[in-house]
C-alpha cells in the first residue's frame, strides 16, 4: 500500500543547491525508517543517506558529509535530501526508500533492506 514519489531533480552547475523530496502515501514515517540512495552511470547503487525510525540515529556517506542533511514533516508524511555545493561526481539518479522497521533505533544502509522504493529523480551536475 505505501508509495514512495520522488521529484526534485535537475541540471545544476557545481557549486549549486538542490533539494529533492520524497512524498509518501498508504503509511506515515513515523513508523519507518528511511533512506536516500542514488545511482551513477556503470557504478553500483550507493547508500547516501539512511536515518532510523525514531530519528535518533542517521548515517552520511563519507562523500557527502557535511554537504547533503535529510530531514523529514511527518504533518506532510513528506522527507527530503538538501544537497549544498553539488559536484558532478554527485550526478545520479537518486531514490528515496523507506523499510518498516521494528527497532527504532536501527538505520539500513544496503538497499536489499528497504521495502518500498520510489522511482527515481535525476541529477545532474555540470562541471
Known amino acids: 500500500q505505501v508509495q514512495l514519489v520522488e521529484s526534485g531533480g535537475a541540471l545544476v552547475k557545481a557549486g549549486d543547491s538542490l533539494t529533492l523530496s520524497c512524498a509518501v502515501s498508504?503509511?506515515?514515517?513515523?513508523?519507518?525508517?528511511m533512506g536516500w540512495f542514488r545511482q551513477a552511470p556503470g557504478k553500483e547503487r550507493e547508500v547516501v543517506v539512511s536515518?532510523?525510525?525514531?530519528?535518533?540515529?542517521?548515517h552520511l556517506a563519507e562523500s557527502v558529509k557535511v554537504r547533503f542533511t535529510m530531514s523529514r514533516d511527518n504533518a506532510k508524511n513528506t522527507y527530503y535530501l538538501q544537497m549544498n555545493n553539488l559536484k558532478p561526481d554527485d550526478t545520479a539518479i537518486y531514490y528515496c526508500?523507506?523499510?518498516?522497521?521494528?527497532?527504532?533505533?536501527?538505520?539500513?544502509?544496503?538497499?536489499?533492506?528497504?521495502?518500498?522504493w520510489g522511482q527515481g529523480t535525476q541529477v545532474t551536475v555540470s562541471s
Open positions: 526508500a523507506a523499510k518498516i522497521a521494528s527497532v527504532g533505533w536501527r538505520m539500513y544502509t544496503d538497499s536489499y533492506d528497504y521495502d518500498y
Open positions: 498508504g503509511g506515515t514515517l513515523s513508523t519507518h525508517a
Open positions: 536515518v532510523s525510525r525514531d530519528g535518533g540515529s542517521s
